[in-house]
């Protein structure tokens, strides 16, 4: 997929929406971008649905999101991902996961 100058100016407003903890409106931002192969907004996608925020906690519709994600190229293993959204939930940084789910 080509990814346009407007997909990034979507990507980027989801990111900002779900750093204020704007959660739904960053998933209504992403998902077409993400059904429309956007390997970054898959994983945040994924994001979302792992941790339950403006979506139903669904770990088969995160773990399915994160799939797309490692198929277009998403470099770290959707496990270690779930890993590290665990670690931050943990020390209650959960917002945290959108810094460094936009590299």
């Not at 059904?35 to 399915?64: M, P, T």
């Not at 994600?69 to 959108?98: N, T, W, Y």
């Amino acid at each position: 997929m080509y990814i346009t100058e407007p997909d990034e100016i979507i990507f980027a407003s989801g990111l900002s929406a779900a750093r204020e903890g704007r959660y739904k409106d960053a998933y209504a931002m992403w998902l077409p971008l993400a059904i429309n192969d956007h390997r970054l907004a898959q994983r945040n996608i994924g994001c979302l649905f792992y941790l339950g925020l403006g979506v139903a906690r669904d770990l088969r519709e995160a773990a399915d999101w994160m799939a797309r994600a490692a198929s277009r190229g998403q470099e770290e293993d959707p496990v270690a991902v779930f890993r590290r959204i665990d670690h931050l939930e943990a020390v209650g940084k959960h917002g945290a996961v959108f810094s460094w789910a936009a590299a």
